[in-house]
């Protein structure tokens, strides 16, 4: 799909720039959706908001995972909350074993990472008794014959893991280094370790003994071996000669050494030291033969992050307080757009807020009724007409990435580009002027919609003169109402721009928010209605935000001047 950064920006899908958009705009469609748990898919959903599918075979396959998913709380729920977050960045390591930079640890992360694998296959497997045949075939081809190909690839790979770090060592230490039976110098090198570790486990208990309390061994290629108690028994160690303090912390207790224990570290360092420079060369022909599993890793990479998006897609929708639907998604050209109580995905999330879902119908329906391809919008300022125009964007927009979509049930036929003009965005901050940005929007609306696009226009002609505005909106209208005919949405207070129902009937239709007064005071209900808004009430919304009576009377004054000299102009013409 054709969906550049001004669209991005217009549909608070990321963070772009630095100005608040509109209501939601602390709520980006990126941070709803993002419920990915590993490095790999919190990659992947930002090139697929990127980039929304065109495919139809592709958009049915993800949206079948996702069904899988939601109808499988307990599969879903445990790659989510288990599996999922446990993976480490395999990106991240791939490419380090592709420059030369891994280490043993980076190795042994992988490694971890398939034992992972073998309990990932078996959770998808088991949903092919849950779901139709088809939709196992989508999860089979998306995603569970890659993972069980990995499996296949990378069984070797965890061998000469096993066969060459020494497991027991880093249980003990913490630290990776290769098994000593491979060479014989290491053997001798970690037989001499040993006895070091046992004359420091001597003097931990003699330790223990003075102390009378609890005293722990541990060691690192940093310090060597140490002692530790906990905070708790730090008062028992005063009893004790020869005592250096290393540090205390509230969580980690009391590290501490003596004088037979530095003596012993000297050569415990060296050791280590020399265990470390005499397996150099076996640990380069490790990561070496580990970097020839490259490919295998990258294959588990996409495929694991294809499993974690569409696992965030179903947690999207089965966590929502309000339903979401699988929608009903046609091919590119067979002009259908039927939204039934649709919301806008982050705007009904914000806090108190009570949101008023509405139907978006054009082109034909659900039903197979024809209606306009043309939507013109007027109402009251504050009255929802921008979040309903992207209400009806996003929800395309989340269809054509393969998610459920927030409505009571949705039809529509692939878009292959979503336009907008809407707002002055960041273009002030570029010493662009409101107008030109509108222009500027306007011409690639022009140039690159097709007749199977979605365009929203929200306030066209704002920025130049009522006549030049008007003028510049009626000619753009005409043009994609007469050229293209795509799906557009334009919020105006040019009235005047409803006359176009009455030149193009079968193209065109008129909606306005509803809103009544009553006792002197405007009420906006955020419904659409089939019609045109008698009048934008400026005034009402001025009253509104607090402006004095003085104001507002000299504005009305004025307003009922000006209407009156407009219509003796139009009588006398």
Not at 491 to 518: G, Q, W
Request: aromatic letters at 6%.
């Amino acid at each position: 799909m054709n969906i550049d950064t001004a669209a991005q920006q217009a549909l608070d899908i990321f963070s772009i720039g630095s100005e608040s958009n509109q209501a939601g705009a602390s709520i980006t469609l990126h941070d709803h959706l993002n419920r990915c748990r590993s490095s790999s898919g919190k990659r992947l959903i930002r090139d697929w908001l990127c980039h929304p599918l065109i495919s139809l075979p592709q958009i049915e396959q993800r949206l079948d995972v996702v069904e899988a998913l939601c109808s499988c709380p307990a599969v879903r729920q445990s790659l989510h909350e288990n599996l999922l977050r446990r993976l480490p960045d395999i990106g991240l390591l791939t490419r380090k074993l592709e420059q030369g930079k891994a280490t043993l640890s980076d190795c042994y992360r992988l490694y971890q990472m398939v034992i992972l694998i073998k309990r990932i296959s078996p959770l998808l497997s088991s949903m092919q008794t849950s779901v139709t045949e088809r939709i196992f075939a989508s999860i089979n081809e998306l995603i569970l014959e890659k993972v069980q190909q990995s499996i296949v690839d990378l069984r070797r790979f965890a061998q000469l893991i096993e066969n060459t770090l020494d497991f027991d060592y880093f249980e003990q230490n913490g630290q990776h280094r290769i098994q000593p039976n491979i060479d014989p110098k290491l053997q001798e090198i970690s037989k001499k370790i040993d006895e070091m570790n046992e004359e420091a486990q001597n003097l931990r208990r003699k330790m223990a003994d003075n102390a009378k309390c609890e005293v722990k061994l541990e060691s690192n290629s940093e310090l060597g071996f140490f002692l530790r108690v906990t905070l708790k028994s730090e008062g028992s160690l005063r009893s004790v000669n020869g005592i250096r303090v290393i540090d205390s912390t509230k969580g980690g207790g009391v590290r501490f050494s003596t004088s037979k224990l530095d003596q012993l570290n000297t050569q415990y360092l060296e050791l280590l030291s020399s265990y470390e420079s005499s397996q150099q060369e076996l640990t380069k022909i490790v990561i070496s033969t580990c970097a020839g599993y490259i490919p295998a890793l990258k294959l588990f990479d996409d495929c694991i992050g294809v499993l974690d998006v569409l696992t965030a897609f179903s947690i999207v929708t089965a966590t929502s307080a309000t339903p979401y639907v699988r929608p009903k998604i046609l091919e590119k050209g067979t002009g259908v757009l039927d939204l039934r109580k649709c919301r806008h995905p982050t705007v009904e999330r914000l806090p108190n807020m009570h949101y008023i879902p509405n139907d978006v119908q054009l082109g034909q329906n659900n039903d197979g009724q024809n209606s306009a391809s043309f939507m013109i919008l007027t109402g009251a300022n504050m009255g929802g007409k921008s979040t309903y125009l992207k209400a009806a964007a996003l929800t395309i927009f989340l269809g054509q990435i393969g998610c459920f979509v927030p409505c009571e049930m949705a039809s529509f036929s692939i878009v292959d580009g979503i336009f907008t003009r809407v707002g002055a965005g960041d273009f002030q901050f570029k010493g662009i002027s409101t107008f030109m940005a509108e222009m500027m929007d306007c011409a690639t609306i022009l140039e690159r919609a097709t007749p199977n696009s979605l365009i929203l226009i929200d306030e066209l002609g704002r920025g130049t003169s009522t006549y030049d505005g008007f003028g510049l909106a009626w000619a753009i209208s005409e043009d994609i109402i007469c050229r293209l005919n795509c799906f557009t949405l334009f919020a105006t207070h040019f009235h005047e721009i409803s006359k176009l129902e009455k030149r193009y009937p079968e193209k065109v239709k008129n909606c306005r928010m509803d809103t009544f007064v009553e006792d002197g005071k405007l009420v906006i209900l955020f419904q659409v209605m089939q019609g045109v808004a008698q009048k934008s009430f400026g005034l009402s919304i001025a009253q509104i935000v607090g402006f004095s009576k003085e104001i507002l009377d000299d504005a009305e004054n004025i307003l009922v001047e000006l209407e009156g000299k407009c219509m003796t102009e139009n009588s006398e013409g």
